[in-house]
């Protein structure tokens, strides 16, 4: 019987530590690269600049088209050695921090209404002024000055505001200026001879843009229908591949005075059609009142190859869309980079996850602008590549039974050993 506790409790734990053993096996192996998986290469090549232990490379249209549409099949490898790497989007910023302002001395005079704005102390950084209007339909002339002590004034900004809400909305009661520190802004506007505007509230701001960096594509009008039903008529674009990831629409038109109503749909297929934007609006005038336009759809990532922009013509006749360019914003890697080694960046593989780096918790804490740039070389078929009979399934789907198995022998372990202990302390009660 001794004996018998004894290889029982020791085969217990060797059931419990092959198993856990096991589950790391099988977990780890999902991590391994196999080139036989990747369809594509490119050699990444020093570029320029930088001479710190990162580099960066910006993914080409080869990349972006013969990959995953989340990048995740995106593998950077040196020899045999797989290579972390941080995926960016050099997506542009915006920050915004407001300031509250009081209205002094509001008036008419000459045919101008004037306000001075209180920002209670000197100090604040602001770059914008916003007023709060009631009127429509205006298009006014505003000045903005700065001073100290109300006694000495500086221009910041020339420039105009307006509202047009009757055929179309169009509104901006915004002027900005380079960064000020003064306590107080004085507004002139200039009413030509018309009821001055109802201003309720003025909002002081300082707004800090990041560029960001975007790529361009010029794409083709493939064909233009007319949808008489709907009183619209459509155009179709042409990507060439999917997969390019753009999130802007800019639109070239010779027509002039129109006012539309659009909607943007994508598709790969041809056939099955996905709403990208439902109802956007583009306008084009030139009037003695208002000059001004709106020719850009913008809309979160898509990567479709066709794009269909519907556009509702209601009783006018049809505008003319001569061009369209898609923008979306650049996509890099950032890996650790040794002088004298090769590199190289494998993608196609349908069947790849998101690889997990430790590189994404500490990448911030060095130097960017230290970082070597890479070109991407000339797209070739990976030699070691094997064309799948079936897309391969994950480890734990090709071999449940070996999981299984596992799983049911730790828990019968774990049982065992909790019946020992009860059974245990049963007896020396």
């Not at 794409?219 to 999130?247: C, F, H, W, Y």
């Not at 041809?270 to 009142?289: C, E, H, L, M, Q």
């Not at 500490?362 to 990976?382: C, E, I, M, T, W």
């Amino acid at each position: 019987m001794k004996y018998f506790k004894n290889w029982a409790g020791s085969s217990t734990r060797n059931i419990l530590f092959a198993g856990l053993i096991l589950l790391f096996s099988c977990s780890s192996a999902l991590a391994d690269f196999d080139s036989a998986g990747w369809k594509y290469e490119k050699e990444l090549m020093p570029a320029s600049g930088g001479s710190g232990d990162f580099g960066e490379v910006v993914f080409d249209g080869e990349v972006l088209s013969g990959s995953k549409s989340d990048l995740s099949d995106v593998r950077i490898m040196s020899g045999e050695r797989e290579i972390p790497y941080v995926m960016d989007v050099e997506a542009p910023s915006f920050a915004r921090e407001t300031h509250s302002a009081r209205i002094l001395n509001k008036g008419v005079q000459a045919g101008s209404t004037f306000l001075v704005l209180d920002l209670a102390a000197e100090g604040f950084i602001h770059n914008r002024v916003e007023l709060s209007v009631t009127s429509t339909n205006f298009r006014r002339e505003m000045q903005v000055e700065g001073s100290s002590d109300m006694a000495n004034w500086f221009t910041l900004a020339n420039g105009s505001i307006y509202d047009y809400t009757l055929e179309f909305k169009a509104r901006d009661t915004s002027l900005s200026y380079t960064d000020s520190t003064y306590r107080y802004l004085r507004i002139t506007i200039s009413d030509k001879g018309e009821a001055p505007l109802g201003i309720v509230s003025a909002t002081i701001s300082r707004e800090s843009y990041g560029a960001g960096k975007e790529v361009s594509y010029e794409v083709p009008i493939v064909e233009r229908t007319e949808v008489k039903d709907r009183q619209a008529n459509s155009i179709l674009l042409d990507m060439g591949v999917k997969g390019l990831p753009t999130n802007r629409l800019v639109l070239e038109t010779p027509s002039t005075n129109f006012n539309r109503e659009v909607a943007l749909e994508g598709t790969n297929d041809g056939t099955a059609w996905s709403i990208i934007t439902n109802r956007d609006v583009i306008f084009s005038y030139s009037t003695p009142k208002f000059t001004g336009n709106k020719l850009e759809l913008r809309f979160p990532d898509q990567n479709y190859r066709f794009l269909k922009l519907t556009i509702f013509n209601r009783d006018n006749q049809p505008i003319q869309i001569e061009k369209g360019t898609l923008y979306g914003t650049v996509r890099k890697a950032i890996f650790p980079y040794e002088v004298g080694k090769s590199y190289k960046l494998y993608y196609g593989n349908p069947g790849a996850r998101y690889a997990q780096y430790d590189l994404n918790n500490y990448l911030q804490y060095f130097d960017a602008s230290a970082r070597v740039k890479f070109s991407l070389g000339n797209k070739h078929d990976n030699e070691q590549y094997k064309y799948p009979t079936g897309l391969e399934r994950p480890f734990s789907e090709r071999y449940s039974w070996l999981l299984t198995t596992v799983l049911v022998l730790v828990v019968l372990g774990m049982g065992f050993m909790v019946f020992r202990l009860f059974k245990k302390q049963s007896t020396n009660i």
